[in-house]
């Protein structure tokens, strides 16, 4: 049962550079999120997507882009990295919200920008 | 803006001892509450969701109840063991949800 699966698991990046974080999920589910944990400021969700071809901006959007191309992937890029996005990056899923179902997690992506 | 605050942020039990975690939230208009359980280093798991028309949810030893018109949620867990030790989130919301920092929890043998 993979669920929800993140990669990479680690990454260290230089200030400016740009990467991709991957999210796939098997359960076919509609909706899928990004978030990112940082200490003492909780979870906070930086794009969401209701549906394939779909996406939506949440609480912390600057400096990322996301796209959906197939349900069961989503992306979140940064197209040049800062500092200030050193973080645990969360993928979820879940069913639409016709059915209310809980959200599930991947194990995150820990990123270091220097 | 909703507002979701846990308190206390860490706390020490002795196992056997009942874990009491409370979460409130600014909004009571809101669509469900979920508790997540997270272990050091990995994501968040899902223990209990109680729809905005429910009052409580137990699954085990954990029962979690939703007082809307307080705007509180508590989440019980029975004769705790080594093993609950873990952080535990509230979140509230629908399909956007608003997580509160999480109570860490630490079970003494």
């Known amino acids: 049962n993979a669920g929800v699966t993140q990669t990479p698991k680690f990454r260290v990046l230089k200030t400016g550079q740009s990467m991709t974080l991957l999210c796939a999920q098997d359960?076919?589910?509609?909706?899928m999120y990004w978030y990112r944990q940082d200490p003492g400021m909780g979870l906070r969700l930086i794009h969401y997507?209701?549906?394939?071809?779909?996406?939506a901006k949440g609480e912390v959007p600057d400096g990322y882009n996301v796209s959906r191309l197939k349900k069961q992937n989503f992306l979140l890029g940064l197209e040049s990295a800062a500092p200030s996005q050193t973080s645990v990056y969360f993928c979820?899923?879940?069913?639409?919200?016709?059915?209310?179902?809980?959200?599930?997690f991947g194990d995150g992506t820990r990123l270091s920008i220097l | 803006k909703q507002e979701v605050t846990q308190i206390p942020a860490a706390l020490s039990v002795p196992e056997g001892e009942n874990l009491v975690l409370n979460c409130s939230f600014t909004?009571?208009?809101?669509?469900?509450l979920q508790w997540f359980r997270q272990d050091p280093g990995k994501g968040l798991t899902s223990l209990l969701l109680?729809?905005?028309?429910?009052r409580e949810q137990t699954s085990g030893r954990l029962n979690a109840s939703l007082d809307k018109s307080s705007g509180r949620s508590t989440l019980y867990i029975a004769a705790s063991q080594p093993g609950d030790s873990a952080t535990y989130l509230c979140?509230?919301?629908?399909?956007?949800?608003?997580f509160g920092k999480g109570n860490q929890v630490v079970v003494i043998p």
């Open positions: 979820a899923s879940s069913y639409s919200d016709r059915e209310i179902q809980p959200q599930h």
């Open positions: 359960m076919n589910h509609e909706y």
């Open positions: 997507s209701v549906g394939e071809g779909t996406t």
């Open positions: 909004d009571s208009a809101i669509y469900n």
């Open positions: 109680i729809q905005s028309s429910q």
């Open positions: 979140a509230v919301g629908g399909n956007r949800l608003a």
